[in-house]
């Protein structure tokens, strides 16, 4: 089952901050972000396994409440080239393939 | 290191005609699947396979085979084309399984039958 994403689109100024949601109703084991520029293939951002850890990646964020299940993608004072569409990806304890959410296309403008 | 490369980049197909995708992965990785991406679906799990010569269904497997007789490379075969596969596809592979590995992507195959 696809995990849920929100917003589906946001739209920033340069420097502004964004958070993305991802939540599922089943118990996840982990969670993945990928960025997909228009044209191109997604790319990994990072992944977060239960435990409810928080990771970083320069100015862009992660954090994963297991309980609650659900993640969510913090994009800090946004550059120009944070703009594309961010992926979701979930695993769950009993099923390691990856199920990906609808995704948010994330725009900034100078 | 080209990582993962799909041929071809770009199809057109009638109704009915057959094709074949192929997919290289130079990472020696276990894992790989083929997803579809449509627009405001994300992107879906057609097959996959956790090691040469194994393969398995994912969400969207109707009208799809697929074939790993080396573990580099990963084909997803149409059998008779329909108008509803119009879609990107794009082939990803892992070390391990999605649950605590990356998936790295190929550029992706634009398909549109008409």
């Known amino acids: 089952q696809q995990p849920v994403q929100s917003p589906q689109a946001v739209i920033l100024r340069e420097g502004e901050d964004a958070v993305i949601n991802c939540s599922s109703s089943?118990?996840?084991?982990?969670v993945h972000w990928y960025r997909q520029k228009h044209g191109e293939a997604p790319v990994f951002l990072m992944i977060?396994?239960?435990?409810?850890e928080q990771k970083g990646h320069d100015k862009i964020s992660a954090s994963f409440n297991e309980k609650k299940q659900q993640s969510s993608l913090y994009l800090t004072a946004s550059q120009l080239s944070y703009s594309g569409t961010y992926f979701c990806?979930?695993?769950?304890?009993?099923?390691?393939?990856?199920?990906f959410g609808a995704g948010t296309t994330v725009t900034v403008r100078a | 290191n080209a990582g993962v490369t799909q041929t071809p980049k770009f199809r057109v197909l009638k109704t009915g005609q057959s094709m074949t995708l192929l997919c290289a992965q130079d990472m020696n990785h276990e894992y790989m699947y083929w997803y579809r991406q449509d627009p405001g679906m994300g992107l879906r799990l057609i097959h996959y396979?956790?090691?040469?010569?194994?393969?398995a269904k994912g969400e969207v497997p109707d009208g799809y085979n697929v074939s790993r007789l080396k573990k580099q490379n990963f084909l997803l075969g149409l059998e008779s084309a329909a108008p509803s596969q119009t879609s990107v596809y794009f082939c990803?592979?892992?070390?391990?399984?999605?649950?605590?590995?990356?998936?790295?992507f190929g550029n992706g195959t634009r398909l549109t039958v008409t």
């Open positions: 990803a592979s892992s070390y391990e399984t999605g649950q605590n590995s990356p998936l790295h």
């Open positions: 990806g979930t695993t769950l304890s009993n099923d390691y393939k990856l199920s």
């Open positions: 089943k118990a996840l084991y982990s």
């Open positions: 977060l396994l239960k435990g409810g």
């Open positions: 396979s956790v090691g040469e010569g194994t393969t």
